[in-house]
C-alpha cells in the first residue's frame, strides 16, 4: 500500500511517520486492489486534525480526526476508515453467502 504523509503548519517528524505507517498496516490487511491512503496533519490553534483518505480500486473512504493529541487524531482518522474497511467487508460476505442459499 502506497502512504503519503502531508505536514500542513506542523513539523515534520520521524515518529509521526512510524505511528502512521504502523495504523497503515492495519489497513493494508484488508488487501483492496491498488490501495492508497494519503494522511493529512493540520494544526488548527490548539487542536491537531488528521484527514485521512483511502481510495482503493472499488472503494473510497475520507475520515477526519481532531484532538489536542496528534497521536489521538491519527488514531481516530484511521479508526474511523478501518471501521468502513470491516462494515464494507461484511456487506460482502453477507451477500456472498445469501447468494449460496
Known amino acids: ?17 512510524e505511528h502512521i505507517e504502523e495504523k497503515a498496516e ?9 490501495m492508497e491512503l494519503h494522511v493529512t496533519l493540520i494544526k488548527d490553534h490548539h487542536l491537531h486534525k488528521a484527514e485521512a483518505i483511502l481510495t482503493a480500486k472499488d472503494f473510497r473512504a475520507h475520515c477526519e480526526g481532531a484532538y ?3 497521536y489521538q487524531s491519527i488514531h ?8 468502513q474497511l470491516q462494515k464494507r467487508t461484511t456487506k460482502i460476505k453477507r451477500a456472498r453467502t445469501s447468494a449460496t442459499m
Not at 26 to 34: S, V
Not at 76 to 83: N, P
Request: no cysteine.
Open 26 to 34: 492495519k489497513i493494508a490487511r484488508y488487501g483492496l486492489k491498488a
Open 68 to 70: 489536542e493529541d496528534v
Open 1 to 17: 500500500m502506497k502512504t503519503t504523509i502531508t505536514f500542513k503548519q506542523i513539523d515534520s517528524s520521524e515518529t509521526v511517520k
Open 76 to 83: 481516530d482518522a484511521l479508526a474511523k476508515i478501518e471501521k
